[in-house]
């Protein structure tokens, strides 16, 4: 019998690195790899397309509800607060998902596109504002991360004051480390007291259409839809939208597009999800019961994880199977299935939006450092920059521009 290999320690500082080496050695391993996800914490990882396939779509074989792993979980592990079962639709199978699920796509479907392109520029704005008279900025902490806190906290009907609180909860339990159970405390906290002001007095904004959908959630479901949207829109699109930043600072061929030059701003948002994509390991499942897969014995109630950054490494390089499925160079970073996000129309306006805004405010940014020598947060779910220092003439944005939110 051939030894087992040891586990991949997707918790280790040289993941945020290197997480190509470490796809690598989960890959070694076959289509499904043994990694941990914080000490002691394991996990089986799927790097192969097909089997990733098999594992989003089986919902009979795969469940996302974690409740039976939890009980093997330490208290206080730093993966509890993006891995912990709470009532909405990440977490729920079958007809519960369904109910869930068509709450958020309604909720959504009342956001119109131009109201969230207005609201986009009104954050840019407002953020150039900030730090434009200085000429240089770091472009994840004073850009990506807060305009996504405002952009939220204005479809929920909240004051801007109240974004940076919630940037840096939602910023504290991504990285999964000593703060991840601060930061989840923090994040509840903040939903719970915004639902209990939409439900004495109702507005025109995301949580007030969800207290009043004919679904009828309780206040409770409603809290974790809201939790729901924040904990996957927030940190993926500000690390899209930051991700993409970088490129597009780096390579020449982009920076001229914005003055009328080749290649629009969608190319580097498709190179990011083919290359960085921000939401790297994630789509967690749990085996309904012990199951031989891809090779692997898989045994219930310890983490399926699909990792959607080497699914898009590796893609192209699979073996062509025509007879299942021809060879395939596609990313999967909105995932497949009942899962797959249903909020990716949404996120690429945001996204080609808030960039080329902030181009036309200031066309003459330039990176202080090369791309290279760009270093990347820890933990084992996302990829996302530190930090992107850039430099640009002092530049004052004046006031509300026509066809911005007020
Ligand atoms: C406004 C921004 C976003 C919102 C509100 C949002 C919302 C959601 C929601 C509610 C789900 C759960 C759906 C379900 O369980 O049925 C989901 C799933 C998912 N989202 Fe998004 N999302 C956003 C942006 C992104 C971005 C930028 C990415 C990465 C490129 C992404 C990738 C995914 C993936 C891979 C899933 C599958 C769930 C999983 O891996 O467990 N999303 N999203």
């Known amino acids: 019998m051939s030894p087992v290999p040891p586990a991949v320690r997707l918790w280790e500082d040289g993941f945020a690195r290197d997480p190509y080496r470490y796809y690598a050695a989960l890959r070694a391993q076959g289509a499904v790899g043994r990694a941990e996800l914080a000490p002691g914490v394991a996990a089986y990882v799927v790097t192969e397309r097909r089997a990733a396939l098999d594992v989003l779509r089986d919902t009979r074989t795969f469940s996302h509800d974690p409740r039976p792993w939890e009980t093997t979980v330490a208290d206080g592990s730093p993966v509890l607060g993006m891995m912990r079962w709470r009532p909405n639709a990440l977490f729920a199978d079958d007809a519960a998902h369904v109910r869930y699920r068509t709450t958020l796509i309604d909720m959504f479907d009342r956001v119109e596109p131009y109201d969230l392109r207005a609201r986009v520029h009104r954050a840019v704005r407002v953020l150039v504002a900030r730090f434009g008279p200085r000429g240089r900025a770091d472009l994840v902490a004073e850009f990506a991360r807060p305009l996504m806190a405002l952009v939220f906290n204005s479809l929920f009907g909240l004051p801007d004051s109240e974004g940076d609180r919630l940037g840096r909860a939602l910023g504290k339990l991504w990285e999964g480390g000593a703060g991840a159970a601060e930061g989840e405390a923090e994040s509840a906290a903040y939903v719970r007291e915004l639902v209990a002001a939409k439900e004495e007095r109702p507005g025109d904004d995301l949580p007030s259409w969800l207290l009043d959908h004919p679904a009828g959630l309780t ?3 409603v809290v974790w839809q ?56 994630y789509g967690i499942h749990y085996a309904r019961a012990p199951v031989s897969f ?102 004052s944005p004046g006031r509300r521009q026509p066809g911005e939110s007020a």
């Open 219 to 221: 206040v409770e479901e």
């Open 226 to 281: 809201v939790f729901l949207t924040l904990g996957a829109g927030h940190e993926p699109t500000a690390n899209l939208l930051s991700n993409a930043l970088s490129r597009i600072l780096g390579n020449p061929d982009y920076r001229s597009t914005l003055t009328g030059g080749a290649r629009p701003v969608t190319d580097a948002v498709t190179e990011v999800l083919h290359h960085e994509t921000p939401l790297a390991n």
């Open 294 to 395: 891809h090779g692997t014995r898989i045994r219930p109630a310890v983490p399926v994880v699909i990792s959607y950054g080497a699914l898009a490494h590796f893609a192209g390089q699979e073996p062509a199977d025509g007879a299942r499925m021809p060879r395939d160079a596609s990313h999967l970073s909105w995932s497949a299935g009942p899962h797959t996000c249903p909020v990716t129309r949404h996120t690429l306006l945001i996204v080609t939006e808030a960039v080329e805004r902030l181009m036309q405010w200031l066309p003459d940014l330039e990176p202080v450092l090369p791309r290279e020598r760009l270093s990347w947060r820890p933990g084992p779910f996302h990829r996302s920059l530190t930090a992107l220092p850039v430099r640009f003439g002092p530049r």
